[in-house]
C-alpha cells in the first residue's frame, strides 16, 4: 500500500499503524501487507484517519517495488483515500444488498377533507446481521457512498411489491388503498428493463395497478429526461400514479408539471413546518396549491408535526398530508390501524 498523506496528521496516522517514507520518495509512505490482510489495512485507515484526511489524501494498492520503472507512472492513477477505504466502510451495506435484508415501515396518508386514511407510503429499513435496524437514511447515504444508487432503489422496489402482494392477502381493509413507492428516476432511464419486471411483478402478485403511486425522489437531479418520460408512460400505460417528491417553489411546480404531469405533488417538509407562523410560506403554500388544481393535480403535504401547520393546511385546501404528529411508520398494518389514525386526525381537526 502506497501513500501520499497530505497533512502531519495524515503522517501520524500513517506511523501508528507501520507506514514509513519510501527513501527515494519521502512524500509518500509504504507499509507492506499480506495477502488477506488489505480489507483489514483499510479499515484501520478508515477509522484513523479523518474524513478530510482520507480526501485530500492519495493513494494505491500495488505489487510494484518502488525501483520499478512503472511505479511512478502507476502512481499517476492514484485514488483519494477516502475512495479506498469507502467501499470498506459500507461493507456491511454491499452484504445487506446481496442478501435482500430489506423489510418496510408504513406510513398512513389521510384525506384532510375527510381524515380518512387513503394510502401508506412504503418506507424502507434495513437489518444488520446482529439485528439492528438501519433507517431509510442510512440506506440511502451508504447506497450513495458506494455508488450502487440504482441496485439499491431496483432492489426495493422489488421487495416492497413482494411485502405488499403478502400484506394485501392478509388484509380486506387494505384493497381500497393506495402504496406509495419511491423510485429514483435516473435508476429508471438507466435500464428500463427493470422498470418492465417491476410492473410486470404488480400483475403477477395480483396487485390492481392502480393501487400503486409510484414517488419520483431526486427529481432536481434527471439526467436524461426523454427516457424519464418513456418510462413515466409506461408507468401510467399500466395503469399506475405518478407522484413527485419534496415540491419546494412555484418555478419547480411549473417545471415538474410541463416535464412529467404527475398526479399528485408531495410539498416539502421544509416549506410545511411552522407554515401557520410563517406568512411568506403561507402565500407560497397558497400559490402551489391553487396552481395545482387548476392544473387537476392533488398536493399533499409530508412532515405534518404541529396541529396549527394541520389546520392551515386545511384552510387552504391541501388535498393529502402525513406526519409523525398524526401517524409514525408501523412495520405492520393492524386491520384497525386505519380506525385509529383516522380517530386521531378527526380529534386534532374538528
Not at 394510502?119 to 451508504?142: P, T
Amino acid at each position: 500500500m502506497v501513500i501520499q498523506p497530505s497533512d502531519p496528521s495524515v503522517e501520524q496516522c500513517l506511523t501508528s499503524l507501520g507506514y514509513r517514507p519510501i527513501p527515494s520518495v519521502p512524500q509518500l509512505w509504504q507499509r507492506e501487507i499480506l495477502s488477506g490482510q488489505m480489507v483489514a489495512a483499510l479499515r484501520q485507515l478508515s477509522h484513523l484517519v479523518t474524513e478530510t484526511g482520507q480526501q485530500s489524501s492519495r493513494g494505491m494498492i500495488t505489487a510494484l517495488s518502488p525501483e520499478s520503472p512503472q511505479f511512478f507512472s502507476e502512481f499517476l492513477k492514484a485514488q483519494s483515500l477516502s475512495d479506498l477505504t469507502r467501499l470498506v466502510r459500507h461493507s456491511w451495506f454491499v452484504s445487506l444488498l446481496s442478501q435482500q435484508r430489506l423489510f418496510f415501515h408504513y406510513q398512513p396518508i389521510f384525506r384532510l377533507d375527510s381524515g380518512q386514511v387513503v394510502a401508506y407510503e412504503c418506507l424502507a429499513r434495513g437489518m444488520m446481521d446482529d439485528g439492528q435496524e438501519l433507517s431509510g437514511q442510512q440506506l440511502i447515504d451508504a447506497a450513495k457512498a458506494t455508488q450502487l444508487t440504482h441496485e439499491f432503489d431496483h432492489l426495493a422496489r422489488e421487495v416492497c411489491l413482494q411485502s405488499l402482494a403478502l400484506l394485501l392477502q392478509e388484509s380486506v381493509d387494505l384493497q381500497a388503498q393506495q402504496f406509495f413507492i419511491n423510485a429514483v428516476p435516473n435508476a429508471i432511464a438507466a435500464n428500463p428493463a427493470i422498470l418492465e419486471q417491476h410492473l410486470q411483478q404488480v400483475m403477477n402478485l395480483g396487485i390492481q395497478p392502480q393501487q400503486i403511486v409510484f414517488e419520483l425522489t431526486e427529481i432536481e437531479a434527471v439526467r436524461t429526461k426523454s427516457q424519464v418520460a418513456q418510462a413515466i408512460q409506461r408507468i401510467r400505460d399500466w395503469g399506475c400514479q405518478l407522484a413527485i417528491d419534496d415540491l419546494g417553489s412555484d418555478v419547480a411546480l411549473n417545471h415538474y408539471c410541463l416535464e412529467f404531469h404527475p398526479d399528485i405533488l408531495k410539498l416539502d417538509r421544509a416549506m410545511v413546518d411552522g407554515c401557520s407562523r410563517h406568512p411568506v410560506k403561507q402565500v407560497l403554500l397558497k400559490s402551489m396549491v391553487r396552481a395545482a388544481h387548476d392544473m387537476g393535480i392533488q398536493i399533499l403535504a409530508e412532515g405534518i408535526e404541529q396541529r396549527e401547520d394541520l389546520q392551515f393546511c386545511q384552510e387552504i385546501e391541501v388535498d393529502l398530508a402525513q406526519g409523525f404528529a398524526l401517524a409514525r411508520p408501523r412495520t405492520l398494518l393492524p386491520q384497525d390501524q386505519s380506525r385509529r389514525a383516522e380517530t386521531r386526525l378527526a380529534d386534532w381537526a374538528w
